[in-house]
T-cell receptor, first 114, second 113 residues
């Protein structure tokens, strides 16, 4: 069983387009995250949701809008895509209420903006 | 803001040797220090973690040490094997109403057979 899944795995699109990435976890975790990993492999947190509530919102352009319809899902919508948005986007989850902070990462979505 | 520095950025060792990766963090409120391993094209996966009330933890060939006073923690891998080759990330986490983890820039470890 896949613990944290993301779709799509690859996304190639043109500048100016709008796209979404979906994430689902079946671990029963209460917290979900979005990270961006650039070409230098630097992992930077973008957003964190706890029980569908936005908890952490780093200095991310407002073209990026996360949405959590329920505890098991956290989607990322990106408007007006730019070349600099090209990266691998990882979704992750953890169980804060249980006091375990280990994060389980999804397989990543490689976004290429041309 | 919070910052985690990691050194070295690249580390090459001979199979069987030890590898040490060092990190420092800036926020003294950090209380959780995980290490993640990321193989090429794969997702990061936790290999070991340590809480702020513990100074050292070991799991087979992997050990982590924490010096809270110096805000410094390290990963030690002994008897390295080619399959240890990967990018290793340290991180510092704190719970501020929501749990936040700041990652270091990563260390690319090469283990030569």
């Amino acid at each position: 069983d896949t613990a944290v899944s993301q779709t799509p795995k690859y996304l190639v699109t043109q500048m100016g387009n709008d796209k979404s990435i979906k994430c689902e976890q079946n671990l029963g975790h209460d917290t979900m995250y979005w990270y961006k990993q650039d070409s230098k492999k630097f992992l930077k947190i973008m957003f964190s949701y706890n029980n569908k509530e936005l908890i952490i919102n780093e200095t991310v352009p407002n073209r990026f809008s996360p949405k959590s319809p329920d505890k098991a899902h956290l989607n990322l919508h990106i408007n007006s895509l730019e070349l600099g948005d090209s990266a691998v986007y990882f979704c992750a989850s953890s169980h804060r209420l249980a006091g375990t902070y280990e994060q389980y990462f999804g397989p990543g979505t490689r976004l290429t903006v041309t | 803001g919070e910052n985690v520095e990691q050194h070295p950025s690249t580390l090459s060792v001979q199979e069987g040797d030890s590898a040490v990766i060092k990190c420092t963090y800036s926020d003294s409120a950090s209380n959780y220090f995980p290490w993640y391993k990321q193989e090429l094209g794969k997702r990061p996966q936790l290999i070991i973690d340590i809480r702020s009330n513990v100074g050292e933890k070991k799991d087979q060939r992997i050990a982590v040490t924490l010096n809270k006073t110096a805000k410094h923690f390290s990963l030690h891998i002994t008897e390295t094997q080619p399959e240890d080759s990967a990018v290793y990330f340290c991180a510092a986490g704190l719970d501020t109403g929501g749990f936040k983890t700041i990652f270091g820039a990563g260390t690319r470890l090469f283990v030569k057979a």
